[in-house]
């Protein structure tokens, strides 16, 4: 499934840092996979119920060190002349580089495309040798319709569809 195929994905970096927009039911168990790997997590949720019941799970399970979630709102932003809301990538200044993104967030009913701002706003961030962009629920429209913008301005990512029990787009470098 998805996680056994994120644990391979994170053994290729010594020490993962992994970005995931949306936290949610996976997050306490991504950030254990990434932990155990000498990594560090940054979950982004703009929902606050959310973030405060995956930041409480986190501290529970011993995992504050090294995962953590920012509150992070939804602001009004421009892709590709595509106007939407997603974070305000603020909440993510002074991250540093990248290596894996996951984008499970914000919610489809946020806008049409709701997901399209995610690559290019990390783009700067992403290491610059190798990196992994994962998009979840790809057998929906809206997110192969993201991937086909992201590949249109981004040539060189190649793209591997995965199939779990949801769809899954990854991008690399």
Request: proline content about 6%; charged content about 25%; glycine content about 6%.
């Amino acid at each position: 499934g998805l996680l056994a195929h994120l644990a391979e994905v994170l053994d290729e970096y010594s020490q993962p840092r992994v970005l995931e927009f949306g936290s949610g039911r996976g997050t306490k168990t991504l950030a254990r996979l990434i932990a155990n790997r000498g990594g560090s997590l940054i979950s982004v949720e703009h929902d606050p119920v959310w973030h405060r019941n995956t930041s409480e799970e986190l501290q529970s399970a011993g995992l504050s060190a090294r995962a953590s979630v920012q509150l992070c709102p939804l602001v009004d932003v421009r892709t590709y002349d595509v106007s939407g809301r997603f974070y305000d990538m603020k909440c993510l200044y002074g991250v540093g580089q990248l290596d894996v993104v996951i984008v499970d967030g914000p919610p489809a009913k946020t806008n049409p495309l709701a997901r399209l701002p995610a690559l290019p706003s990390v783009a700067p961030l992403l290491a610059p040798e190798r990196f992994h962009v994962l998009l979840d629920d790809y057998e929906r429209e809206d997110e192969q319709a993201v991937v086909k913008l992201w590949r249109e301005h981004l040539p060189k990512l190649r793209l591997t569809e995965l199939n779990f029990s949801k769809g899954v787009a990854q991008l690399r470098r």
